[in-house]
């Protein structure tokens, strides 16, 4: 069964940095698309960050970008997004996914996505 983990999650005040990791376990995460998403209660899961398998080009939600990076360290097959200059809008559970269709293009819906992990808290407050 693949799967994903997550981690890094945490209280951060506002202005604060945090960086999420993505472990992959029983495939090679760089051989898929991935994604990063973020849920609050009451809304839909929405895409901040992702890559297609084909390119590799980094793609982010308008709110996020010049503050998220999503990266790969194949050495750890982990899926890192590194999120800085946190703001209180960006409170939410965040979770990776992946997606093994070599033409999936990465900036789509949640539920066009394969493969997730289990998600990790971000609380902005001070």
């Known amino acids: 069964q693949l799967q994903l983990v997550e981690s890094g999650g945490g209280l951060v005040q506002p202005g604060g940095s945090l960086t999420l990791s993505c472990a992959a376990s029983k495939f090679i995460v760089d051989h898929y698309a991935i994604g990063w998403f973020r849920e609050v209660p009451g809304k839909e899961r929405e895409g901040v960050a992702c890559?297609?398998?084909?390119?590799?080009?980094?793609h982010y939600r308008d709110s996020v970008r010049g503050r998220f990076t999503i990266s790969i360290d194949n050495a750890k097959n982990t899926v890192i997004l590194q999120i800085n200059s946190l703001k209180p809008e960006d409170t939410a559970v965040y979770y990776c996914?992946?997606?093994?269709?070599?033409?999936?293009?990465?900036?789509?819906?949640?539920?066009?996505?394969?493969?997730w992990g289990q998600g990790t808290q971000v609380t902005v407050s001070s």
């Open positions: 996914a992946a997606d093994r269709d070599s033409n999936f293009y990465c900036i789509s819906p949640w539920y066009e996505y394969d493969y």
């Open positions: 890559m297609s398998r084909s390119d590799r080009t980094a």
